[in-house]
């Protein structure tokens, strides 16, 4: 089972890539603690005022960190933003 | 006369070539305040059911408000109303630049066009002198907004169309500065008129009720703004194109022609990425605002000049599937040098992608392939071969040539950049604003998608609710006249910085999505009290009558009705209150079977309006709100 890990703009500059894939993680919460690793001791930095969604829904209003992956899923870290 | 305004209105005849000023009418001020509620007011007394919106007896309002003039922040903004070419109900459009001051510095709250020249004409309009001159225009015609504001010269405010209007592109804008006021077909209207441009002088100043409070006040908002997460940093670093990435991981980023709401390539289209790559360094603003989201990109052959905002990243990129910044950027400057509405411009563009893509027109045009575009943006402006057809508007081809299930319009006004199949309550303004598919007149999406603070946008909850509070808001912001991001502020900084994860915000988000009996309170009671939020007070100090909330939300639910009730008396219904096909049917959410449900949301939405199933206001809902029809 493979999951695609879109990053926020920050993360993606200092990883030099937009996204990664993670392969078995079958809940947000494993898939965390993977990028966690891969990304290493800046992720809480760049993700405290981050959101997660599943293909673009957001964890809070599915099962939040138990909400379970399958595979080819997307999973973003989204930060607030405004346009117009 | 009330403070804030300057006390006249100018109307003049294109086809008689003379002009008058008139004392502003204080009764309509009191109700509608100014810019789009007054002037449509004037559109709905002073023109018959019917008229031609290209033809001499339709009118081309430009109004300001009682902010205007003054420091207030984000304040330099006009209206521009008139019947729209593009949907045949009410138009309107507000801009930025520097316009609005000079109208009045000129003493000149609404400026009334009537008629129609027989050459291509400009209008300068002494306001000290009370003097208009009616000037050939011929040398400036053919020329592009750019071009023609340099002519026209930097000591006087000018409003001027590029060759999109004045071929009668149906989604022409009207551009001061490098802004424009794109939707509706304003530009289209001034063009039929053969108006190239107005320039306004003057040195009047504004006149306030209580001018030192206001002066404070205004002190302190301006901190206030610039210590904003949103207004001060966001939008300020990175511009509204800082919003791309958000809307992409949330599904809602138009892709496709609307096909699908994720662009692989979003991040080279993101403002952070234009911050890192793009930029100039140069910054713009409109006059007296601390956001400055305006910033300068680099065109080959054109050099430095204002780049995109969100709403073209997204339709003039993702929306083709087209991921190359330096096409937008220059795609972007065609659109406002010919003066053209950038949001109809990429919508134009992806319907005839996917007609050619289903083989439903001879054209070489495909997603993902820029090739033809930059030469197709200059024939929609000329109206040129396949440009011609173009230059109709989604509507009307999707008439001629079929594909009316993906073409992307409400009422004939092609949508704007935030896909409501996972933004329901934006789904519901998209369907029953006035003047079509549009964002800036309720942009409930930042309360379910992108802001520092979001409802579940999948959930019913506050979908009808939100919008009828989002709308009369703007009707109310569009009238003062304020810019849009003014209301980004109303979400303090201390939420902003909760981590989405923490147990504050989840209890935040349950209060807002347990907001519904409040909002219906305010909604149907509209309680009056004292002013609490900034524009409530800048004109209460400006004009020395008192808002609140309530005014505010009565003020905008009057223009509403009365822009619903134009809207009726030229023969659009509740018929038209939908969204395209694809919208509805068509699921881009994985664990979704269909679209918006929109079926479920537009009976409560009509009764909160107090609205018949039919969409048409109830005659208690009118008197109540003293809408004379």
Redesign the interface.
């Known amino acids: 089972m493979r999951v695609t890990v879109e990053l926020t703009y920050d993360m993606s500059k200092a990883l030099g890539t937009d996204h990664f894939e993670v392969e078995d993680v079958a809940t947000v919460k494993e898939l965390i603690a993977k990028a966690r690793e891969r990304v290493g001791p800046t992720f809480e930095e760049h993700t405290r005022l981050a959101a997660v969604a599943v293909n673009g829904v957001l964890t809070s209003h599915a099962k939040g960190l138990g909400t379970r992956l399958a595979d080819g899923d997307r999973v973003s870290f989204v930060k607030a933003a405004a346009g117009g | 006369m009330i403070k804030g305004y300057a006390g006249r209105v100018l109307e003049v005849d294109l086809t008689k070539q003379t002009f008058v000023f008139k004392p502003l009418d204080e009764d309509i001020a009191r109700l509608y305040v100014g810019g789009k509620g007054y002037a449509t007011r004037l559109l709905y007394d002073e023109t018959e059911a019917g008229i031609d919106p290209l033809g001499p007896d339709n009118l081309l309002i430009f109004a300001t408000g009682p902010l205007n003039g003054s420091v207030a922040p984000q304040s330099n903004r006009f209206s521009v109303v008139t019947k729209s070419p593009l949907t045949g109900g009410i138009g309107n459009a507000t801009c930025g630049g520097s316009f609005s001051l000079g109208m009045k510095k000129a003493g000149i709250d609404v400026l009334v066009v009537r008629g129609r020249s027989e050459k291509p004409v400009r209008l300068e309009i002494d306001g000290d002198e009370s003097q208009v001159s009616f000037l050939d225009a011929s040398d400036l015609w053919g020329k592009g907004t750019y071009e023609t504001q340099e002519s026209l010269g930097k000591k006087k405010y000018h409003a001027v169309i590029g060759q999109a209007g004045e071929n009668l592109v149906r989604f022409a804008g009207i551009v001061s500065n490098e802004r424009i006021a794109g939707r509706t077909g304003t530009g289209a209207v001034m063009g039929s008129k053969k108006l190239k441009a107005i320039s306004v002088r003057g040195k009047r100043k504004l006149e306030m009720e209580d001018p030192e409070a206001f002066k404070e006040y205004t002190k302190h908002i301006r901190e206030l703004f610039r210590d904003h997460p ?1 207004l001060g940093q ?2 300020k670093d ?1 511009g ?1 194109g ?2 791309v ?8 980023l138009p892709t496709r022609n609307f096909q699908r ?2 662009f692989d390539g979003a ?1 080279k289209l ?1 403002g ?2 234009m911050h ?1 790559h793009e930029l100039t360094g140069v910054k713009s603003s409109c006059i007296h605002c601390p956001v400055t ?1 305006g910033r300068d990109v680099e065109v080959e052959g054109k050099g430095r000049v204002k780049g995109p ?3 073209t990243l997204a339709m003039l990129g993702s929306n083709l599937e087209i991921g190359d910044i330096k096409k937008v950027n220059e795609w972007n400057y065609l659109a406002d040098d010919y003066g053209m509405d950038s949001i109809s411009l990429g919508v134009v563009l992806s319907f005839a992608m996917e007609l050619s893509d289903k083989g439903m027109l001879d054209s070489k045009l495909k997603f993902g392939d820029p090739s033809g575009v930059s030469e197709l943006i200059g024939d929609i402006a000329h109206r040129r071969g396949l440009g011609d057809d173009l230059a109709e508007g989604v509507k009307r081809m999707s008439q001629a040539f079929g594909g009316h299930e993906f073409a992307m319009h409400v009422k004939g006004l092609e949508l704007s ?2 896909d409501p199949r ?1 933004s329901y309550a934006q789904g519901v303004e998209y369907a029953t604003t006035n003047r079509g598919g549009d ?2 007149q309720g942009a409930s999406m ?1 309360m379910e998608s ?3 603070l ?1 409802i ?4 019913l909850k506050l979908k009808a609710e939100l919008p009828v509070m989002q709308q009369n808001l703007m009707c109310t912001i569009n009238s003062m006249v304020l810019c ?2 003014t209301t ?1 502020g109303m979400i303090p900084k201390q939420v ?2 909760m ?3 923490s147990y504050a915000h ?1 209890l935040a ?1 349950m209060a807002f999505e347990n907001s519904g009996p409040a909002l219906r309170f305010i909604i149907k009671k509209r309680p009056k009290g004292k002013p609490m939020l900034w524009f409530e007070k800048w004109l209460t100090y400006i004009t020395g009558q008192t808002f609140s909330t309530g005014h505010i939300q009565e003020i905008g639910a009057r223009i509403f009705n009365l822009e619903r009730m134009y809207n009726l008396r030229e023969g659009l219904t509740g018929q038209d209150d939908t969204l395209p096909p694809r919208l509805l049917h068509e699921p ?4 979704l079977q269909s679209g918006h449900p929109l079926d479920k949301l537009l009976p409560r939405y009509y009764d909160l309006r107090g609205w018949d199933q039919d969409g048409v206001p109830l005659r208690d809902t009118l008197e109540e709100l003293r809408v004379a029809v």
């Open positions: 949103m966001k939008l990175f509204t800082g919003i990435m958000t809307t992409n991981g949330r599904n809602i709401g994720h991040i993101s952070e990425w890192d989201c905002e969100y709403e950049a935030y996972g964002h800036t930042y992108t802001g520092p979001t579940d946008p999948h959930s849009m991001f980004y902003h910085g981590s989405p994860s989840k988000v881009t959410f994985k664990h």
